[in-house]
C-alpha cells in the first residue's frame, strides 16, 4: 500500500486529517487503526 | 495551516522545482523558503510589524508573502498605480513598517520617514546572505497574513484582513496538494495588490506549478510569454481578454502548449468570452468569482460548462456562459430578498457568503459578517434551477425603473455586439416619472460614428423597449479602476456636469 503526495488520510476515531508530504509505504495508523483515504473533489484551477 | 507552512511543505516535497520566473530570474520552492526564513529573521530583528510592497510582480513578490508569514507579520501590497498622494496616506497608515519599493516609486517617499529598501536589493541579499535559523516558530493561523486595500469603486479604500487561516483553508479545500504536473506553468499579469496576484502565489505553490510572471501586460508580450515558456494555464482580468482577441483578429490564437485560461475581477462581457472562445479552440475557460474578503474565489463556471454552454441552441443552456458557475466546496452562498430572508430559487437578491475563507474583515473598523458567519458581499445574484450562480452587478448599480429591477449588465451586453461600439457603461439616472431613467455612455470604435437613434432601436430590437436607454452619450473613454473595474460612480457624476 503505497503512499502519493498531495493524498489526505483521515482518522475516524478522532478525526484529525493529514496531507501526504513524502511518499512511501503505508499503511498510516491513527489511534490504532488505518487511516482512510480521503477523496478528492477535483477542480479547475482559478488562479 | 500559515502560509509559511505551505512554503515547507512546497520545499520538503518538490524543493527543486523552480517555483517562480521573471525575466531572466527564477527561484526554486528551496530557495524560497530558504531565503524567506533569512529574510524574517533579519524583519524580526529590526523589530518591524509590518511588510509593505510597493512594487510590480517579481521573484521578490512571493519572497515578501512568504517572510512576513514566517515573521508574523502581515504583508502589504501598495497600489503603485495610485497618485502620489493616496500613496502617501496609506504608507503613513501602516504600523512600524519596512517598505520594499521598486526605484520607480521611491519619489512617493519625498518628506516622509518610512524605513525603505529597494526590491531588488532586499531580495538579493535574501538570497544570498548566509542562511539563517528562525529564533521561533509561529504556529497561529488567526494572525493577519495579507491586508489588501479594497478598489473601492464605491467609495474611499478599506484595508480587508485577511488571516493566514483564510488564505490557507480557500487552497487546502479546492487544490490537492503538489498536482501540478513539473512541466506546468501558468502565466500571471494580475498586479500583487490584488487578491488574485496574492492567491496566485499560494494557490501555485501548494500545485507545485512554476508561475512565470508578465509585469507589463499587452496582448503581445502575453501571446509571446505563452508560446516561449510553455505556459500551460493563466489567469487573465477581462479587460486582458479582450485585448489578446483584439490582437488576434480572425486568426487562431496558435498556443498549443496552453490549456486553461482563468478569468475574474470583473465581470466579462459576453462578446469577449464568446470570441475567446473561438480563437483558443482546445483551451478550458474557467470563470473565478470571488472578493478580496473572500481569499479570492467562492464560485467557478469550470472549462466543460463553458464549452457546453456555447455549443448549444437551449437559450437557457447558452445563458450559463454569463454564470459564475457553482460554489466552491465549503463555501455556502445564499441570496435573500431586502428584509434578510432567503429567496426563493431564480429570484434576485443579495448575495451572502460564508465558510472558513471568508474573512469580511476591515483594519480600524471590525467584522462585517454576522452572528451566524454570513458576509453580505455586496453583489446581486440569483441560482438558476440547475444551481447555477448568476451575479448581476453590485447592488449599488442596479437601475430600478417604474419598479422593474434592471441589470446594466444586459443592455451592455447588447449595446457590445453592435460593430461600431467599442466599450459601454449603463447607468441609471433620478427620473420623475420612473424613479430612474436608463442612460448608455458610448465610446465608439475608432473612426466609427454612432447615431443615437440607431443604436436605441438595436436594443429594442434584442430586448425591449423598458430596456431601452432614454439618451445615449457619447464619449472618448471609459474610466476604469487600474484592475478593470467600471467606476459607475465617476460615470454618472461626469453626467451630472455635462
Redesign the interface.
Known amino acids: 500500500m503505497s503512499i502519493a ?2 493524498k489526505r488520510y483521515t482518522c475516524s476515531s478522532c478525526g484529525c486529517e493529514i ?4 511518499a512511501g509505504t503505508g499503511p498510516l495508523t491513527c489511534c490504532a487503526a488505518d487511516m482512510q483515504i480521503k477523496e ?8 | 495551516m500559515r502560509l509559511s507552512d505551505v512554503a515547507d ?1 512546497a520545499a ?3 524543493g527543486e522545482r523552480v517555483a517562480f520566473t521573471c525575466g531572466p530570474e527564477s527561484i526554486s520552492y528551496e530557495q524560497l523558503a530558504a531565503a524567506a526564513r533569512t529574510a524574517a529573521t533579519e524583519l524580526r530583528e529590526q523589530r518591524y510589524q509590518t511588510l509593505a510592497y510597493l512594487g510590480q510582480s517579481s521573484v521578490a513578490f512571493p519572497l515578501a508573502m512568504f517572510s512576513a508569514a514566517y515573521a508574523g507579520m502581515p504583508l502589504i501590497p501598495l497600489n503603485y498605480r495610485l497618485s502620489d498622494e493616496q500613496l502617501r496616506q496609506q504608507l503613513q497608515l501602516l504600523e512600524a513598517p519596512l517598505l520594499l519599493v521598486d526605484p520607480e516609486y521611491t519619489h512617493v517617499l519625498e518628506g516622509l520617514q518610512v524605513p525603505h529598501q529597494l526590491t531588488h536589493d532586499w531580495s538579493s541579499a535574501a538570497r544570498t546572505s548566509p542562511p539563517r535559523a528562525l529564533d521561533v516558530t509561529i504556529d497561529d493561523d488567526a494572525q493577519p497574513a495579507l491586508i489588501l486595500f479594497t478598489s473601492g469603486t464605491g467609495g474611499a479604500p478599506k484595508q480587508a484582513v485577511l488571516r493566514h487561516s483564510h488564505l490557507t483553508s480557500y487552497v ?1 479545500q ?6 501540478a504536473h513539473p512541466d506546468e506553468a ?1 502565466l500571471t499579469s ?1 498586479p500583487p495588490y490584488h487578491i ?1 496576484g496574492a ?2 502565489v499560494i ?2 505553490t501548494f ?1 507545485g ?1 512554476r508561475v512565470v510572471y508578465l509585469p507589463n501586460f499587452s496582448a503581445e508580450a502575453w501571446l509571446d510569454g505563452v508560446r516561449s515558456e510553455g505556459v500551460t ?1 493563466a ?1 487573465v482580468v477581462p479587460t486582458m481578454l479582450a485585448r489578446i482577441v483584439e490582437a488576434l483578429g480572425d486568426r487562431p490564437a496558435e498556443t498549443p502548449s496552453l490549456r ?1 485560461v ?1 478569468y ?1 475581477g470583473a465581470r466579462m462581457p459576453r462578446p469577449v468570452i464568446e470570441a475567446a472562445l473561438e480563437r483558443f479552440p482546445d483551451v ?1 475557460f ?1 470563470n ?1 468569482y470571488g472578493l478580496t474578503e473572500t481569499s ?2 467562492i464560485a ?1 463556471l ?2 466543460a460548462a463553458h464549452r457546453k454552454a456555447m455549443a448549444s441552441d437551449d437559450p437557457e443552456v447558452r445563458n450559463r456562459l454569463a454564470s459564475v458557475g457553482r460554489p ?2 465549503g463555501v455556502e452562498i445564499q441570496i435573500r430578498d431586502g428584509s434578510g430572508a432567503p429567496v426563493a430559487t431564480g429570484e434576485t437578491g443579495k448575495l451572502h457568503v460564508r465558510g472558513p475563507q471568508v474573512s469580511g474583515e476591515y483594519r480600524g473598523i471590525g467584522s462585517a459578517v454576522d452572528e451566524q458567519g454570513w458576509f453580505a458581499t455586496g453583489d446581486v445574484a440569483r441560482f438558476d434551477g440547475d444551481g447555477f450562480l448568476f451575479v448581476e452587478g453590485r447592488s449599488d448599480d442596479i437601475i430600478i425603473r417604474g419598479g422593474e429591477n434592471i441589470s446594466p449588465d444586459v443592455i451592455e451586453d447588447v449595446l457590445l455586439r453592435h460593430t461600431s461600439v467599442r466599450d459601454v457603461a449603463v447607468v441609471g439616472v433620478p427620473d420623475p416619472e420612473w424613479g430612474q431613467e436608463i442612460v448608455a455612455v458610448v465610446v465608439p470604435e475608432d473612426g466609427a460614428s454612432v447615431e443615437e437613434e440607431e443604436l436605441r432601436e438595436w436594443v429594442r430590437a434584442a430586448l425591449r423597449s423598458s430596456l431601452t436607454p432614454k439618451e445615449i452619450h457619447v464619449a472618448p473613454e471609459l474610466p476604469y479602476t487600474p484592475t478593470g473595474k467600471l467606476k459607475r460612480a465617476q460615470v454618472l457624476e461626469e453626467l451630472a456636469i455635462t
Open positions: 503526495i498531495g496531507i501526504v508530504t513524502k478528492a473533489t477535483p477542480l479547475p484551477s482559478s488562479d | 511543505m520538503g516535497s518538490f487546502v479546492s487544490i490537492e496538494f503538489g498536482n501558468t494580475v488574485a492567491g496566485a494557490s501555485n500545485a506549478r494555464s489567469m486553461h482563468a475574474g478550458a474557467v473565478a479570492s474565489t467557478l469550470d472549462g466552491l466546496p
